[in-house]
């Protein structure tokens, strides 16, 4: 008898995009599916699966790991896919009578198309299918002119700024990761007004195929059912899907660095102030990490992409924690002594 294959939903998106915030959302809203998780860091802190174990994923009950989410730190899973991805996939298919669903959430930093084509291998196609690529996409910073090809939709200001070059890799990436898209979720749309929401529209419909279906979100907030089931099979097309990097033998991302700063923080606000002003002193694409208050009970978290930042608690602080505030700073040309000290200056100054 044909067993069933695992479904497999792989969620991109560029930085900040809020992949984790759909999923969180995704995964409170199970109705009893069960769904195994992928989590792909870039760098060393595992912040978002953190997050995701803050609202109960990952655990039973009893607070027990229930082995349903997997954390893959070291590198980018498109480029550590038999290193790393592979031996997790096996993994999970020794349980396949155990799992309904497998969700993916890649780093950033990752091109879709190379690890869809990984379930082209013998071993995964048997067990898996990739029943869609869902890509996230930040719909404020599209309006704001970011990575995006459109010049109409680009100011002369956005044009001649050298760190948002459009033939930059970052650009590309974006590109790759609409390219390979089954359905694009244009996040955080609250924020914008009918017009500037059809002109992201058209921006990102420009680099989709045709018939590319589009869901309009905030907070992560999307029915289950629009995201899971579509059955797309996209091992089977994705090699016709054309995008930056088919014609590179391999890949690298030695244009990011993802470093790791230590601080010592007392005020949640000038943080933030601080962190804004090194964003634009140096070539840095997000800031995420977690942060101990004096006297706060709580764990703040702080996420940063470009000059938007955004902070708030999300649990108690544990007993076996170590209260201290850490954030992975990924970019650039990066010095982590520099960027730390620089930073912890500018704390010390706020507060003499």
Same mark, same amino acid.
């Given at each position: 008898m044909?067993?069933?294959k695992?479904?497999?939903?792989i969620?991109t998106?560029?930085?900040?995009?809020?992949?984790?915030?759909l999923?969180r959302?995704?995964?409170?809203?199970?109705q009893?599916?069960?769904?195994?998780v992928?989590?792909n860091e870039f760098?060393e802190l595992?912040?978002d699966?953190?997050?995701?174990?803050?609202?109960?994923?990952?655990? $039973?009950? +009893?607070g027990?790991?229930?082995?349903? %989410?997997? =954390? #893959?730190?070291?590198?980018? *899973?498109?480029?550590?896919?038999?290193?790393?991805?592979?031996?997790?996939m096996?993994?999970l298919?020794?349980?396949?009578?155990?799992?309904?669903?497998?969700?993916?959430e890649?780093?950033?930093?990752?091109?879709?198309?190379?690890?869809?084509?990984?379930?082209?291998?013998p071993?995964?196609?048997?067990?898996?299918?990739v029943?869609?690529?869902?890509?996230v996409?930040?719909?404020?910073a599209v309006?704001?002119?970011?990575f995006a090809d459109?010049?109409?939709?680009?100011?002369?200001?956005?044009r001649a $700024?050298e +760190?948002?070059d459009?033939e930059?890799? %970052?650009? =590309? #990436?974006?590109?790759?990761q *609409?390219a390979?898209?089954?359905?694009?979720?244009?996040?955080?749309?609250d924020?914008l007004?009918?017009?500037?929401?059809?002109q992201?529209?058209a921006?990102?419909?420009?680099?989709?195929l045709?018939?590319?279906k589009?869901?309009?979100?905030?907070?992560?907030?999307i029915d289950?059912?629009?995201?899971?089931?579509?059955g797309?099979a996209?091992?089977d097309v994705?090699?016709?899907r054309k995008?930056?990097?088919d014609?590179e033998?391999?890949h690298?991302?030695?244009?990011?660095?993802?470093?790791?700063?230590?601080?010592?923080?007392a005020?949640?606000?000038?943080l933030?102030?601080a962190l804004?002003?090194l964003?634009?002193?140096?070539e840095?694409?997000?800031i995420?990490g977690?942060?101990a208050?004096?006297?706060?009970?709580?764990?703040?978290v702080v996420?940063?992409v470009?000059?938007?930042f955004?902070s708030?608690f999300?649990?108690?602080?544990?007993?076996?924690?170590t209260?201290?505030t850490?954030?992975?700073?990924?970019?650039?040309?990066?010095?982590?002594a520099?960027?730390?000290?620089e930073?912890?200056?500018?704390?010390?100054?706020?507060?003499?």
């Amino acid at each position: 008898m044909q067993v069933n294959k695992i479904p497999a939903t792989i969620v991109t998106g560029f930085l900040g995009s809020g992949k984790t915030t759909l999923l969180r959302h995704l995964l409170s809203n199970a109705q009893g599916k069960r769904i195994a998780v992928i989590v792909n860091e870039f760098g060393e802190l595992g912040i978002d699966g953190e997050l995701l174990r803050s609202c109960g994923i990952g655990c $039973d009950e +009893n607070g027990e790991e229930n082995g349903q %989410l997997f =954390e #893959l730190a070291n590198g980018c *899973l498109c480029c550590t896919v038999q290193e790393e991805f592979a031996p997790v996939m096996e993994q999970l298919a020794a349980r396949r009578d155990q799992i309904d669903h497998l969700v993916i959430e890649t780093s950033g930093l990752a091109l879709p198309k190379p690890l869809v084509q990984a379930f082209q291998w013998p071993a995964l196609r048997n067990v898996f299918t990739v029943d869609s690529v869902i890509t996230v996409v930040d719909a404020p910073a599209v309006a704001a002119g970011q990575f995006a090809d459109d010049p109409v939709a680009v100011d002369a200001q956005r044009r001649a $700024d050298e +760190n948002l070059d459009h033939e930059s890799p %970052l650009h =590309e #990436l974006f590109e790759d990761q *609409l390219a390979t898209a089954d359905l694009v979720v244009l996040h955080k749309t609250d924020g914008l007004d009918a017009e500037a929401l059809a002109q992201v529209e058209a921006i990102v419909r420009g680099e989709t195929l045709p018939g590319v279906k589009f869901v309009h979100a905030q907070h992560g907030r999307i029915d289950p059912g629009v995201l899971l089931g579509l059955g797309h099979a996209v091992e089977d097309v994705i090699d016709a899907r054309k995008t930056h990097h088919d014609e590179e033998e391999d890949h690298d991302h030695d244009e990011f660095e993802s470093v790791q700063i230590t601080l010592d923080v007392a005020d949640r606000q000038r943080l933030v102030d601080a962190l804004i002003a090194l964003v634009q002193r140096h070539e840095i694409y997000r800031i995420k990490g977690f942060v101990a208050l004096p006297g706060a009970a709580m764990r703040l978290v702080v996420q940063g992409v470009g000059q938007r930042f955004d902070s708030h608690f999300d649990r108690a602080w544990r007993a076996g924690d170590t209260r201290t505030t850490r954030l992975v700073v990924i970019g650039d040309h990066l010095d982590a002594a520099a960027l730390q000290a620089e930073v912890q200056s500018a704390l010390s100054a706020a507060t003499a």
